[in-house]
């Protein structure tokens, strides 16, 4: 049995849920970009540039997410492969520094490594947007950084790197759905989608840890901050579009504004509801925990840890339940200290308290995790074993009884000798109650100590 009882709470399955989604999405990205690389290659301009007239997908940015997302597949695979991963955010990270550099210094640092570089070069002779802009290098820069942080098991920081990375694909977002082209500028539709992918792809390798665990919770925090974050992008959005197009379509400078105070208050909301979720699960796991430990102190003995007569009785019943439908064997040990009472008038309840508790710790040492050991009261032990024969219940009780013997209790052994044990066994059939069986143990139990104690004796029901 388990010891830790916030190990028993139920299984997160939104968490699972969305760390499975990292690699189909680095795949399709990863697509994508090969579907931009062969628009080029065959000349076939709306492979390349989804909107007419709008901005193109640069062969470099096309290479970038191309290597990251087969970089996020990568590392969703397995350790052995982190060599791959880092190569691969590697030269994503070296085409992006090259363009950055490029952007800062005013020199040509990427022609010489542009795939159909005469192509792009003609796009921008005919007056047509054909780059690879800076908003497009951030954004994949804060990717390759997340996933580089990830890889060296740092995945709060890899987290937070994601999260600004998802930002800006959504302030291209806005400025496509408002019309203003300074939001997007240089970054194309086609990047903007599968830049936004490719972050949530890398920022979903963390689904089990800090801001978005919290979220992704199923508990009461997490379903309330999910639903905050919802409202928090829609509604800003929604209202911002309709008053867009309403009261300031006539200014463009009034747009960006506008714009800009619908981004803010978006990417406002969604930090204020992960910061919060990340508080209200860290009380709520105190809540959790602190009732777990009071339901397993419920069912538990409190001197040697074992499962009280309670918790013995729901698992006897379910293990009878599981009989009738299996048809396996199952044997129940009753196990009783003999004089017992003589430790205790003799040597005091201290001693007495030792020799439960290394009983206790012996008993939990002899069965497999699919059995059970309890205290039932007093110095009177039990044991459920599953899916046993009768030469495996022979073995395993004589094991007890030896070993109990064995026992060295320090300030009893040395002193009046070895502690024993009575053991009584009886097999329960698909056709028993536990009542019936516990009986016949019982009845067990009262043979090997009428025919002198320290023995195990067995009855079939």
Known sequence: MDSNPINNEIKWNLVEAVLSLPRPLGITCA??????????????????RPIAGGPATHPLTALSILFLG??????????????LQRLLTMLAL???????????????????????????????????????????????????????????????YSQFAASIAVAVPMVS??????????????MSLLTATTGFCLAAATLMLTADHAALRSILSPYIGGKIARLQMIAGIIIPIALGYMLV????SDSVQHQSLFGLFVVIICWFVIMMVSMSSVFSEKVDF??????????????????????????????????????KRTGNDLWILMIDLDHFKKVNDT?????????LIAVGSLLSQSIRKVDLAGRLGGEEFAVLLADTNQEGCERVSENIRQNIALLQISGWTEFYGPITASIGCAKLSATDTLEKALRAADEALYQAKNNGRNQVSMIHT
Not at 31 to 48: H, M, P, R, W
Not at 98 to 108: C, H, I, P, V
């Open 31 to 48: 697509l994508f970009s090969l579907i931009v690389l062969i628009g080029y290659l065959c000349n076939i301009e709306a492979l390349y």
């Open 70 to 83: 087969l970089g996020v597949n990568a590392n969703c695979q397995n350790q052995r492969r982190s060599w």
């Open 94 to 156: 070296l085409i992006i520094v090259a363009r950055l550099g490029e952007a800062t210094s005013g020199t040509d640092l990427t022609s010489w490594i542009t795939p159909f570089h005469s192509l792009v070069m003609l796009d921008i002779q005919a007056g047509k947007n054909n780059s690879m802009g800076v908003n497009s290098a951030i954004m994949l820069l804060l990717i390759a950084l997340a996933l580089g942080l990830y890889s060296v098991k740092a995945p709060k």
């Open 173 to 186: 977002f806005t400025g496509y759905t408002y019309g203003i082209e300074h939001f997007y500028g240089q």
């Open 245 to 248: 197009k309403s009261f300031v």
């Open 286 to 323: 105190e809540r959790r925990l602190n009732e777990a430990k009071l339901a397993t102190a419920a069912l538990s003995d409190s001197l040697t840890g074992l499962p009280n007569r309670r918790k013995f009785l729901e698992f006897g019943q379910h293990e009878v339940e599981r009989v």
């Open 347 to 355: 040597a005091g309840h201290d001693i007495g308290d030792r020799v």
